[in-house]
């Protein structure tokens, strides 16, 4: 019996609160890394959607933008994920997206935008999908700002309101 080979109770536990350290220290940063993933996909959904919207208008849209994501889906545009990625939907990547169209009539052209908004992004805990919500219309530009504030809109004149979401710088 005095020959046995193991570990004792002192250095297993120095193992595992080594262990919590590390998970102390990683887990917030891999929660940051997942949230700005989120936001990156955000921001190329939207692209996404310009894009889409751009090649809608000049084709079948006869001028007109689509009136829905489910349009341009429909038109294999985008794909059904980012189509069904509403707020009454499911959230793609965290994110959910507000689609708005008006038509051209005589004088006015056709518009739209689109609003990025995080899952749970009002929280500032770990569950949160995202810091800052985001939005373009037909001009291209995508603008952001913190989550915390509210989402991004176009208002009839074509400015983004509130006066806090401001150009991405990319």
């Known amino acids: 019996m005095k020959n046995q080979k193991g570990f004792s109770l002192i250095e297993l536990l120095i193992v595992v609160v080594i262990i919590g350290i590390i998970a102390a220290i990683a887990i917030p940063n891999l929660l940051a890394a997942r949230r700005s993933a989120n936001e990156a996909s955000a921001t190329s959904a939207l692209r996404t959607l310009h894009g889409a919207n751009a090649t809608y208008q000049a084709s ?37 997206f507000t689609y708005t169209e008006t038509d051209k009539s005589s004088g006015s052209p056709s518009i739209f935008g689109v609003s990025a908004d995080p899952e749970s992004g009002t929280s500032t805990t770990f569950t949160a999908t995202g810091t800052r919500s985001f939005a373009i219309s037909e001009e291209g530009v995508i603008y952001a700002q913190s989550a915390v504030t509210g989402a991004c809109t176009f208002d009839a004149a074509r400015a983004v309101t509130p006066a806090t979401c401001l150009p991405l710088n990319n």
């Open 60 to 96: 079948v849209g006869k001028g007109n933008f689509a009136t829905d994501m489910a349009t341009l889906n429909t038109n294999q545009l985008i794909d059904g994920v980012l189509s069904a990625a509403t707020p009454t939907g499911t959230a793609k990547s965290g994110y959910f």
